[in-house]
């Protein structure tokens, strides 16, 4: 009896709330869940978390629909958050308080948090949420997504974006026959899968195109990103994967410093130059300070000022941009001579000189791999361009290798912008 009653006082402890986060419900065993079920392991983890837990009739309800004021406190816990104090007697309204000051949620997409959650809504509240911590994938993978989801067009605009992005974080893939039923309501036992995948990389599903080049690379704020070859008309760009890989495979014979980086915000990556490593760490000092607040509005042009011709050159390119003659590809030389702090390379005076022997491998990977059996073609203009020290300078535009070359020139340096090759 004593046993008995205890139980009793034990459930009537639990929440009403399916949620908690005052006790560790560790191994609990609900009666309509299966050891077999494929979400099995994940409630578990959930529930000895704190961030799920089932109804105080002992059933966990795997297929019932979860609410959005349920989801939301589930995602910012398992962020590591707490709700924003309030005196409202609505249960969830400090987590979504939380929620809107972090910007995951807004009642531009959500007009009653009390209703239930459809797949799509979570996929914008996942990826808001994740963009908190990791950088969004690259516009670039839309075009590769797209196909694979069938019924991708059912998705209303607001929320394709964020369907793409969770499909390559390798958070939501849809089912079995490559739906992602976005109108439909997720339910409790899909709810804890993206959850867990959120907050644990591990656990997310492995995201690989066939045929489809990628390289890892840094974004500009100095987190791990991955490149991937863009896709245009049906047509897979992994020259642009080549690009990278050709001028990091010769870094070790250049004397120069190379930066490589995935801007996210510009849909772009770029590859930069440098004279020597000191060079290269105060121009990253630099953006590190500003990121963290530690450069004021007075001061900042003066700490430009510091590293500002700190950069030798810098290759951009745009990896959604492929439409016009003049794009995708854009590198651009400042002429200068090595500095005198490196004595070891001031005897470089002459502005050609310096590039050749600082730079020259890292353009020839560029060459080789633009133009290919035509390499002496365009390698003969950019050399005569790189030259001139005329203060009128010039302007060349041919066709090299089925791309359109164009070159500007004067005393103060150039800039080359190669195309796609011309269909």
Same mark, same amino acid.
């Given at each position: 009896?004593?046993?008995?009653?205890?139980?009793?006082?034990?459930?009537?402890?639990?929440?009403?709330?399916?949620?908690?986060?005052?006790?560790?419900?560790?191994?609990? +065993?609900?009666?309509?869940?299966?050891?077999?079920?494929?979400?099995?392991?994940?409630?578990?983890?959930?529930?000895?978390?704190?961030?799920?837990?089932?109804?105080?009739?002992?059933?966990?309800?795997?297929?019932?629909?979860?609410?959005?004021? @349920?989801?939301?406190?589930?995602?910012?816990?398992?962020?590591?958050?707490?709700?924003?104090?309030?005196?409202?007697?609505?249960?969830?309204?400090?987590?979504?308080?939380?929620? @809107?000051?972090?910007?995951?949620?807004?009642?531009?997409?959500?007009?009653?948090?009390?209703?239930?959650?459809?797949?799509?809504? #979570?996929?914008?509240?996942?990826?808001?949420?994740?963009?908190?911590?990791?950088?969004?994938?690259?516009?670039?993978?839309?075009? &590769?997504?797209?196909?694979?989801?069938?019924?991708?067009?059912?998705?209303?605009?607001?929320?394709?974006?964020?369907?793409?992005?969770?499909?390559?974080?390798?958070?939501?893939?849809?089912?079995?026959?490559?739906?992602?039923?976005? *109108?439909?309501? +997720?339910?409790?036992?899909?709810?804890?899968?993206?959850?867990?995948?959120?907050?644990?990389?591990?656990?997310?599903?492995?995201?690989?195109?066939?045929?489809?080049? /990628?390289?890892?690379?840094?974004?500009?704020?100095? *987190?791990?990103?991955?490149?991937?070859?863009?896709?245009?008309?049906?047509?897979?760009?992994?020259?642009?994967?080549?690009?990278?890989?050709?001028?990091?495979?010769?870094?070790?014979?250049?004397?120069?410093?190379?930066?490589?980086?995935?801007?996210?915000?510009?849909?772009?990556?770029? +590859?930069?130059?440098?004279?020597? *490593?000191?060079?290269?760490?105060?121009?990253?000092?630099?953006?590190?300070?500003?990121?963290?607040?530690?450069?004021?509005?007075?001061?900042?042009?003066? @700490?430009?000022?510091?590293?500002?011709? &700190?950069?030798?050159?810098?290759?951009?390119?745009?990896?959604?941009?492929? &439409? &016009? /003659?003049?794009?995708?590809?854009?590198?651009?030389?400042?002429?200068?001579?090595?500095?005198?702090?490196d004595k070891k390379y001031?005897?470089?005076?002459?502005?050609?000189?310096?590039?050749?022997?600082?730079?020259?491998?890292?353009?020839?990977?560029?060459?080789?791999?633009?133009?290919?059996?035509?390499?002496?073609?365009?390698?003969?203009?950019?050399?005569? #361009?790189?030259?001139?020290?005329?203060?009128?300078?010039?302007?060349?535009?041919?066709?090299?290798?089925?791309?359109?070359?164009?070159?500007?020139?004067?005393?103060n340096g150039l800039r080359?912008?190669?195309?796609?090759?011309?269909?």
């Amino acid at each position: 009896m004593k046993k008995i009653i205890s139980l009793i006082l034990v459930l009537t402890m639990i929440f009403t709330s399916f949620i908690s986060v005052n006790k560790v419900y560790a191994n609990t +065993i609900f009666s309509d869940v299966k050891s077999n079920d494929w979400f099995y392991k994940d409630i578990e983890v959930m529930v000895s978390l704190g961030i799920i837990n089932g109804y105080t009739d002992g059933t966990f309800k795997p297929q019932g629909a979860v609410t959005v004021d @349920e989801f939301i406190k589930m995602v910012i816990i398992g962020l590591g958050y707490d709700a924003k104090p309030t005196d409202s007697s609505y249960w969830a309204d400090g987590f979504i308080q939380r929620a @809107e000051e972090l910007k995951i949620v807004d009642r531009s997409f959500i007009n009653d948090y009390r209703l239930r959650l459809t797949r799509e809504q #979570a996929a914008k509240i996942v990826a808001n949420a994740l963009s908190l911590k990791e950088t969004r994938p690259l516009d670039l993978y839309y075009e &590769h997504v797209k196909p694979l989801i069938k019924d991708f067009y059912t998705v209303q605009d607001k929320y394709k974006e964020d369907t793409v992005d969770c499909y390559v974080w390798g958070i939501m893939q849809g089912d079995n026959l490559k739906l992602v039923n976005p *109108q439909k309501s +997720i339910t409790r036992a899909e709810t804890t899968a993206v959850i867990l995948r959120m907050i644990d990389k591990d656990r997310r599903i492995e995201f690989t195109l066939d045929g489809v080049k /990628s390289i890892e690379m840094e974004t500009v704020e100095a *987190q791990p990103g991955l490149l991937i070859a863009p896709k245009y008309k049906g047509v897979v760009l992994n020259e642009m994967v080549d690009l990278v890989e050709a001028v990091k495979a010769v870094e070790g014979e250049t004397l120069g410093v190379e930066q490589y980086a995935i801007n996210p915000y510009t849909n772009g990556f770029g +590859i930069a130059g440098y004279e020597n *490593q000191r060079k290269f760490d105060e121009w990253n000092d630099l953006g590190v300070r500003r990121r963290n607040g530690e450069i004021n509005a007075e001061n900042i042009q003066e @700490e430009i000022m510091k590293v500002l011709y &700190h950069k030798d050159w810098e290759l951009t390119v745009s990896t959604i941009e492929f &439409h &016009h /003659s003049k794009t995708p590809y854009t590198l651009t030389i400042w002429n200068r001579a090595a500095s005198l702090d490196d004595k070891k390379y001031n005897s470089y005076n002459s502005k050609y000189d310096y590039n050749m022997a600082y730079y020259k491998k890292n353009f020839e990977a560029m060459f080789k791999v633009w133009f290919e059996d035509e390499f002496d073609k365009a390698w003969k203009i950019f050399d005569k #361009a790189l030259k001139d020290t005329s203060a009128t300078g010039g302007s060349e535009e041919v066709v090299i290798n089925e791309r359109n070359f164009t070159i500007v020139y004067d005393n103060n340096g150039l800039r080359l912008i190669v195309s796609l090759k011309l269909k």
